[in-house]
């Protein structure tokens, strides 16, 4: 690859999207070609190198199913087994969900359960007190309805069950398990661990004209850990993927998990009811896409000033990171990887779909509020068109300097998929699905991979 035009390249994209720095990473048959570009910190302008360290956000997801299936080749974890075979003492407001949980439910996202789990602090009992602290969490949906992504409870739930199969906190499980039989150095996944000296800033853009500020979250709570609080560099998140590539073993050739327990995480999926922002299944860990009819896997994460992407194109042998300390900016993502896979002749990412002007729907079907605690939609028609109104929570709109009402036409794409596009220059549009009709109107609001049901339907 030209990688001092590709350098050239990204360059001028961050300057545009004004992020500080981006770390990029290609793994092809085997090779890993890394460069980074950019600042880690704009207070200190000192630049990022392929050694920076970046949180990796929800991607740590993908790490922490990696480790699971350790544990299921051993023969120790069942991913159909209740997960009261391991936590008897489980409970939520639903008791069907309560007895018939079960591990695949919590690594796919179709568990459903609210995250309702309190204040669980940052000691080593953290995800023990999650599990505890959920006695009275109602569903959103029933067990196994639809896919819903779950921020940090459901893998918090599955952390819970490592620690009493393994009899360690799933830190150390992790290192023990993975980060250490890879031979990775600048992974981990303890805020307090992390070598500052190598560590990228995060920063929030909140207007193109003022440029990036340091971000006032220096990382997530620990709640957050199995789901969402590993650091890493490029080079090692395509370490980890390699081990997906190469049937479960690693660069150096150890056997990390069998490949049997690749093809499970691969193939076991389920239908995301919005396929169009990351794809359209959900298997264990993984999201599941066809770009150019090659199935694509990935997974994406974000922190509070930072942004983790990882593709993996098994038919291609090919896999690709980018890491940065600002975003995410779905436009600037497209942008590098198709850049990257143009150059290696691979398939690239599809544009999303354009709106049909022909379609006539009726608005009492969609009309109505969708909500989850801290997020409302509103989903009104007006001049015969349907409008839709974000209400965030307003702590969280006032943190981040957003607007607390954000206004969007809903532009449809079928009868049951819509375009957002919003007249922010930061905001990429969006796709959102409103689904389900079982009763005559829409049950759920579907966008960014989360689930809102409408206020008041029955949850069946």
Not at 413 to 424: P, Q, R
């Amino acid at each position: 690859m030209d990688t001092a035009r590709l350098r050239a390249r990204i360059s001028d994209l961050l300057a545009e999207y004004r992020i500080p720095s981006a770390a990029i990473g290609i793994l092809r048959d085997g090779e890993i070609t890394d460069f980074a570009v950019g600042v880690k910190d704009l207070s200190t302008r000192e630049p990022a190198t392929t050694d920076t360290v970046y949180q990796c956000g929800s991607l740590t997801k993908t790490w922490t199913a990696l480790a699971f299936m350790r544990l299921v080749d051993e023969g120790k974890a069942g991913l159909d087994e209740p997960v009261r075979t391991y936590l008897p003492g489980l409970k939520v407001a639903d008791p069907e969900t309560g007895a018939r949980l079960t591990p695949r439910h919590l690594l796919n996202h179709t568990n459903g359960i609210e995250e309702e789990y309190g204040d669980p602090g940052e000691d080593d009992d953290v995800y023990e007190r999650m599990v505890a602290n959920i006695a009275d969490a109602p569903q959103v949906h029933p067990l196994g309805h639809t896919h819903g992504y779950s921020a940090a409870l459901g893998y918090a739930i599955l952390a819970r069950v490592m620690e009493v199969i393994d009899g360690k906190g799933w830190d150390d499980i992790m290192r023990d398990r993975l980060f250490t039989p890879l031979r990775l150095t600048g992974t981990g996944s303890r805020h307090e661990q992390v070598d500052r000296d190598r560590a990228a800033t995060g920063h929030l853009i909140h207007s193109l004209d003022e440029g990036p500020v340091v971000s006032p979250l220096s990382h997530l709570p620990r709640a957050f850990g199995p789901g969402g609080n590993i650091t890493s560099t490029a080079r090692e998140v395509l370490t980890m993927a390699h081990v997906l590539l190469d049937g479960g073993r690693a660069p150096d050739g150890t056997r990390i998990v069998s490949a049997e327990a690749v093809r499970e995480m691969t193939r076991s999926r389920v239908p995301v009811p919005d396929p169009y922002t990351f794809g359209s299944e959900w298997a264990l860990g993984l999201v599941t896409a066809r770009w150019q009819g090659e199935t694509v896997y990935a997974h994406d994460g974000s922190t509070v000033g930072q942004n983790a992407r990882l593709r993996i194109l098994p038919d291609s042998n090919i896999a690709i990171a980018m890491l940065t300390n600002g975003g995410p900016r779905d436009s600037l993502y497209r942008k590098v990887f198709n850049e990257i896979l143009t150059g290696l002749g691979a398939a690239t990412i599809p544009d999303l779909p354009k709106p049909d002007p022909a379609l006539r729907l009726d608005p009492a079907r969609y009309e109505g509020v969708y909500e989850r605690p801290g997020t409302r939609y509103e989903v009104k028609a007006a001049g015969g068109r349907l409008h839709l109104t974000f209400v965030p929570d307003p702590l969280h709109a006032r943190f981040l300097r957003q607007p607390e009402r954000v206004e969007y036409e809903l532009l449809p794409i079928s009868d049951t998929h819509f375009l957002m596009l919003s007249d922010d220059p930061l905001e990429d549009p969006q796709t959102v699905a409103i689904h389900d009709f079982g009763d005559g109107a829409a049950r759920y609001l579907h966008t960014n991979c989360r689930v809102n049901p409408r206020a008041g339907a029955k949850r069946r």
